[in-house]
T-cell receptor, first 112, second 115 residues
């Protein structure tokens, strides 16, 4: 039972354009979400997070949008840079625990 | 702040052998996690500790897996009688945040190959 889903395994974007990575979740009780970036042979690195009391959080080139009614969040990267090429994971905090569930990831390739 | 450190980075073992991995979290972090990641999948939760107490263990984790954090600092993950299906990246993460400020800091992982 995959509670956090990233339905696009890969995405290619031209440098300078916007990258939009999507994530859906099934548990309406999830109240905190995070995005991580992972390069090969390295551990995931935190990018940005959002609480369910907000619908948007921005940090530099990265913006996360949360649509609670649709149980959907997205990560926007603008402008995209070749160094952004990596696998991106969304994660959700399980209420009442300190456990985090991760999606399967989307591999982003930014073309120069 | 030296980050989360994991040792070894790579481990190759034969089926049936036991292996042990070590994780040193960021020094002031009281919560420590173990995750497993296989190719094409996201990190899968295995277990976590609050200080030295193991608070939750995934039901997917067989009894061949055991984790300890004896003094609330470093942690070890042992896999007994390894199987080929145990081949994966084992990730350790730590944190001290609460609620909306919390984020997990991951180590570089231990890549296990069971032959």
């Amino acid at each position: 039972d995959q509670q956090v889903k990233q339905n696009s395994p890969s995405l290619s974007v031209q440098e300078g354009r916007i990258s939009i990575l999507n994530c859906d979740y099934t548990n309406s009780m999830f109240d905190y979400f995070l995005w991580y970036k992972k390069y090969p042979a390295e551990g995931p690195t935190f990018l940005i997070s959002i609480s369910s009391i907000k619908d948007k959080n921005e940090d530099g080139r990265f913006t996360v949008f949360l649509n609670k009614s649709a149980k959907h969040l997205s990560l926007h990267i603008v402008p995209s840079q070749p160094g952004d090429s990596a696998v991106y994971f969304c994660a959700a905090s399980v209420p009442g625990t300190y456990k985090y569930i991760f999606g399967t990831g989307t591999r982003l390739k930014v073309l120069a | 702040d030296t980050g989360v450190s994991q040792d070894p980075r790579h481990k190759i073992t034969k089926r049936g052998q036991n292996v042990t991995f070590r994780c040193d979290p960021i020094s002031e972090h009281n919560r420590l996690y173990w995750y497993r990641q296989t190719l094409g999948q996201g990190p899968e939760f295995l277990t976590y500790f609050q200080n030295e107490a193991q608070l939750e263990k995934s039901r997917l984790l067989s009894d061949r897996f055991s984790a300890e954090r004896p003094k609330g600092s470093f942690s070890t993950l042992e896999i007994q009688r390894t199987e080929q299906g145990d081949s994966a990246m084992y990730l350790c993460a730590s944190t001290t945040g609460v609620g909306t400020n919390e984020k997990l800091f991951f180590g570089s992982g231990t890549q296990l190959s069971v032959l």
